[in-house]
């Protein structure tokens, strides 16, 4: 009896055992224990372990059971006997029961929460109290992916050793502690977790509340375990009334692995064929039936089939052939008339093209003789009486050429003298006309010249936004401006000219000079004028000198200094050698700006009021047409190439030179007049230049341009003709030093009795390639 009582005590706690091994698990493992909620410090006294009580319990009353059972079965042996054998099983079953307990307690978990140092994450894991630092450590270096032996544990400030368990530091069962853990070699391996804290909002731990009885409720400590792989949706459902949405989620267990075989399978069972015969029966009986003794078919419904032709297969394909030959006649068809369209179309095109440039052309002509009429008979710039004198001198031509055709000896005479008078009237009516104009355009004159000074600084930052800055000097120039304005005025009452004048006063009488004075006193004369009642219209002159003497006073760069940069006359004594020539027409010396620039080193040495007059005078001819050539040759230049140079540095008398000693005021290939030339590429692939061009008409010049190679599209007589002006060009430009430079290498003849020339420091030589002596 009492083997087998001490057989069943053993069945019991190893029973017992067995379900502390299913609900303890280690920290090895997959899940983890219920921590407490809050953090205790290592040695804190925590609740006793509910599986520690029920072991104890359970072997006691196992105990008990096996003593009742001994008692009952040996009623014959006496009571100091069942005493002494009771005390041996009772202390056999404590024996047993404390190795017991003690592992049982070793596998109890704690929370651990280690803080990495120094960058102050903290890690939050669920470890047995009876395990290692050691074990600790490597738990958390595969956590971090870094050597368990650069890892430092510490608990209150001092190194913890690794032998030591956490039940050894003060570790009690479901209680928590808290470490420091660093690294010795911080550099090449930092303490990082892997998943930062700010990329999860779940909590590590939380506390739930679990009904235990009726009326009692329990807070369980729930740590959360997050798997790394992503839930599985399993549906869900949507309440009818409030409209809100309930999703199913899987449990969190860690999902069921296949089993290992022990064999690598790398091939599929349904990669094999097997191949089978089975026969198969209609679901319906097929047969035929005809009439016969004692059954009658009846043959209404019966057709009769008569045989066809028999077709060969050479009759086949030769009936193939010729449906695809048809198939094919109809799609080339198609795709005929597609071209045919595509070319209809584009002819279309075309001659809506030619005819929108012929159109624009003439309405281009037509704007240029009205704009020339206008000119004519109401000019208003300079170019404008350039042109009249040019059609007057171009009558006096016409009449003095019909007078000696027609006219001899006194009559003669007398015609060309009457010619002379009328061509003299016909000047002083040019000459009064101008003086009317320059009159009327005194005021524009003035007054941009004032805002000019009155404008603020302005240039471009570097986010290409103008920036504009003023000063007091800027300040200065407006209130003058303004002043000058009002002074101006004549539709204004007496008390408003009195202001008027009286802030004149007072701004001129800040510098005390002769100018001032002056100023004071015509001010003083008018005033005194309109108090007597004198009328306004005897008082224009007094205001106009009172102008007069106010804009002198304004052009002081002492008394405004923001005309200076305006002025043509530097005040620097020092710029007047740098930027200064003289006149050899009116013997002055001007600024330079005063002067025509050329890009020719042979100045003509008179300035440009000297040029006007000498024009007027002998030549009077028009650069207007030579203009619009420069300005047409530059826009077209420009929107080909950005940084074209040479038809910046031409100006309108190396045009002129151009046009009428290289090219002879004409096109080669057609003649045109003056106003409807202009100057194209000769190469389309180069650059313009004077040895690069051709004078064309503007209705020749889209012909030009689409000629692929020149040497190709033209003869070559006419390219001949076109390379010995090009070689002139070469010699009047090479000597000009801003164009030299310009000059590329000279290209050998290539045709024969061609001139090639070479730009030399002296006199320019012809030179003649060898076999062409001739």
Known sequence: MSERGEHEEQEVIEDEEEEDAETNLQPGGDTAQQPPEDDREPGGGGEEAPGESSVSTDVLEAAEEAGTHLQEDSVGISTDVQEGQAETRHDDAEQLQEPQRRDHVGNSTATVKVVLVPEGHVMTVAFAIGLSIQELKLHLAAELRVPAEVLQISLDGRLVEEQQSLMQLGVRPNGSTRMEMSSTDPTAHPLRPLRPPEHDNMPDVITVRVQTEEDMFQEVVVEIERPPQQKVFLGGYKHRLTGAQYHHATVQTLPKSSPDRGVAVFSRNTQTVELKSQAQQCPLSVSTQMSGIGCYVSCMDDKLVAPGNYITAAEYHNERLRAVIRLQSFARRWLARQEVERMRSNRDRRLVWLEL???????????????????????????????????????????????????????????????????????????????????????????????KSAAPHQWR????????????????????????????????????????????????????????????????????????????????????????????????????????????????????????????????????????????????????????????????????????????LRADELRLNEEAKIPFLLQVEDVRYLVEEVWASSSDLHASSLNNLMFVRWERRRDWSPWNCILLSKEQTSAHLEVEDVHKGYEAKFLRRIEHKHMLARRHFSQITVMSEYLEAWPSATLGNQLVTKPMTGKPTICTPPGSAH
């Open 357 to 451: 440039q012929e159109r624009k052309r003439t309405e281009e002509k037509e704007e240029q003789l009205r704009d020339r009429r206008h000119r004519w008979m109401k000019p208003q710039r300079g170019e404008d009486f350039h042109l009249l004198y040019h059609a007057l001198e171009k009558w006096r031509c016409e009449e003095e050429q019909r007078i000696n055709s027609s006219l001899r000896g006194a009559e003669r005479k007398a015609a060309l003298c009457s010619l002379l008078e009328q061509e003299t009237q016909l000047i002083a009516a040019i000459g009064r006309h101008r003086i009317a104009v320059q009159n009327n355009n005194y005021d524009t004159i003035v007054r941009n010249f004032l805002d």
């Open 461 to 632: 930052a570097a986010d290409g936004k103008m920036i504009e800055m003023e000063g007091q000097h800027t300040s200065r120039a407006r209130e003058l401006r303004d002043l000058y304005n009002n002074i101006s005025l004549s539709t204004v009452s007496q008390e408003q000219r009195l202001h008027f004048l009286l802030t004149l006063k007072h701004t001129v009488k800040e510098h005390e000079c002769q100018l001032t004075r002056d100023v004071v006193d015509l001010i003083d004369r008018e005033v005194d004028l309109m108090t007597r009642g004198v009328k306004a219209g005897s008082l224009e002159g007094l205001r106009k000198r009172i102008s007069t003497l106010f804009l002198q006073y304004i052009k002081t760069p002492a008394f405004n200094p923001e005309v200076a940069k305006l002025l043509k006359v530097p005040q620097n004594p020092s710029q007047l050698k740098n930027d200064v020539f003289l006149c050899r027409g009116c013997h002055r010396y001007l600024h330079s700006s005063d002067f025509n620039p050329s890009a020719s080193v042979r100045r003509s040495g008179r300035c440009r009021d000297c040029t006007g007059l000498n024009n007027i005078a002998r030549s009077r001819d028009d650069s207007s047409c030579y203009k619009n050539i420069l300005r047409r």
